[in-house]
């Protein structure tokens, strides 16, 4: 269980997230939909610990432990990892580098060079990628498109068994929609992990056929539902939810 | 050519001339006047102290390496150019005292070009980097082009360009940038599982790598291999 209670947040003197509480299955699909601004990126850097946001009360708990009072590198080395919205370039660092180095700092012994390689050429056939990406800086000189996808063979390479998705449908043609919801459906196959996915569209949705649907507005969780909820807002808009829980399905 | 097989001349006095000399100096002196005809590539591995006045004759070029990261306190560097003279100037400082660069550009004569291109990472203390380039009266079609990138990780850089420049017929361009080790790209490689520590690690190995990259033709292999 992925629990969080009362999470209140502010940056630069502005409440974010506002006692807001929400829980995450073990093993299910979760969608957070929400208007631009409404803090669902935020939502997903705090659980992180992006130092830049301010947690004023709130808990997270993960397997016993409290994610608010854990470094960003532990959060990640317990198995949960962030898909960003916007993921940044880092020039003269890359993707073989970084995930080599990850994965020895947590498993402290050295990566074997052959099986990690062979596994990278495997993911990025899988995601459509050219064996070039291996050893492209991080996400440096890529299309929006290649970045989500470059996200995607981070993801594979780590294994986390907690996942959040933050708007990986923006900006992404219908065919490398379909290539990214595919891999993220096999993944889910595979490993089981408890995902949330954040998006304002039903595409996505459509094609990974969430557990559980929320509706976050002003900091705050003012829905829950099924995937029919998603669809509700679909045909709706976020017009009729309220923080009073007006449009509450449940 | 690779390092390997590149010449190493020791320099005692205060002058050297070369001529179509690709080299590595070992300088032993506080002063170096370099004389420059043909076409040079030579590789400086520590400044410290000097003052490098260097000379580029008629028709000449010189493509000038230094790398610093051990003795850089307060080198100066003069470039005088003449006529259809070509100078890439490439720098790269790593500090951890506080040090000095001055770098003055004359141009003496017309259509020249000059590159200077300086990668500087400050660990520590302070970096003053002084840019100065001059053209005299009656001189024409000449190129100014500088690059400077500059990251700290503790330290300060400060950059100072000055132009005095005395005819319309000269065209410099500035690209200076300076800026700390990004906390966005900090927080994004230990949301992947880095260890704060690595992270920076990796980020200024990064910039270095960058900077490194253009010494590569010249340190392991031909220009035509890229
Ligand atoms: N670094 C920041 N500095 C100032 N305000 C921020 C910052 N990050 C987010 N915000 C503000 O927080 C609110 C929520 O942003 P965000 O979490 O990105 O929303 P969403 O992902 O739901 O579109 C917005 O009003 C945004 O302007
Ligand atoms: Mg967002």
């Known amino acids: ?250 | 050519m690779g390092l390997e097989i590149m010449n190493k001349i020791i320099v005692a006095n205060e002058s050297l001339a070369i001529n179509n000399t690709e080299a590595l100096l070992e300088i032993n002196s506080d002063i170096l006047n370099l004389h420059c005809t043909g076409n040079n590539t030579i590789l400086i591995k520590e400044m410290g102290n000097l003052t490098l006045n260097i000379i580029l004759e008629d028709d000449s070029i010189l493509n000038l390496y230094c790398l610093n990261y051990q003795k850089n306190d307060n080198h100066q560097v003069t470039i005088k150019q003449k006529n259809n003279t070509v100078i890439n100037y490439h720098e790269i400082v790593i500090n951890k005292t506080k040090c000095n660069l001055t770098i003055k550009n004359e141009l003496m004569g017309s259509n020249n070009k000059s590159v200077l291109f300086l990668r500087v990472l400050s660990l520590a203390q302070e970096i003053n980097i002084n840019v100065l380039a001059e053209a005299e009266k009656n001189t024409q079609d000449n190129l100014i082009v500088e690059d400077i990138k500059g990251i700290t990780d503790g330290g300060k850089i400060v950059v100072e360009p000055h132009l005095e420049i005395w005819t319309h017929d000269i065209l410099a361009n500035h690209l200076v940038t300076i800026s700390n080790v990004n906390p966005a790209d900090i927080f994004y490689l230990m949301a992947k599982g880095l260890s704060f520590k690595s992270a920076k690690t990796l980020l200024l190995k990064g910039f270095l790598l960058n900077a490194l990259d253009d010494y590569k033709n010249i340190l392991i292999g031909g220009e035509d291999n890229e």
């Open chain 1, 1 to 250: 269980m992925f629990q969080i209670k009362n999470l209140t947040v502010k940056i630069a003197d502005k409440i974010i997230l506002n006692n807001l509480n929400l829980n995450l299955e073990e093993g299910k699909i979760h969608a957070l939909m929400g208007q631009n601004g409404t803090g669902k990126s935020t939502l997903c850097r705090v659980i992180m610990h992006d130092p830049d946001y301010e947690i004023i009360k709130g808990e997270i708990n993960y397997q016993d432990k409290d994610l608010t009072k854990m470094a960003t590198t532990d959060i990640a080395r317990a198995g949960i990892f962030m898909l960003s919205q916007s993921p940044v370039a880092i020039e003269g660092v890359t993707n073989a580098e970084m995930l080599r180095t990850v994965l020895s700092e947590k498993s402290r012994e050295p990566v074997n060079i052959f099986q990690f390689n062979k596994k990278m050429e495997t993911i990025c056939d899988h995601l459509d990628l050219p064996h070039d990406f291996i050893h492209r800086n991080i996400n440096l000189g890529m299309s929006g498109g290649e970045r989500k996808k470059n996200e995607l063979l981070h993801l594979w390479m780590l294994e986390p068994q907690v996942i959040l998705i933050d708007e990986i449908d923006s900006g992404l043609d219908v065919d490398a929609l379909r290539i990214v919801a595919d891999s993220l459906k096999e993944y889910y196959r595979k490993f089981k992990p408890t995902i949330l996915i954040i998006t304002h569209h039903n595409k996505l949705l459509e094609l990974i056929k969430p557990d559980r649907v929320y509706v976050m507005k002003d900091g705050q969780i003012v829905a829950t539902g099924d995937y029919a909820l998603a669809e509700k807002i679909e045909n709706e808009g976020f017009k009729a939810f309220t923080i009073n829980g007006l449009g509450n399905n449940e």
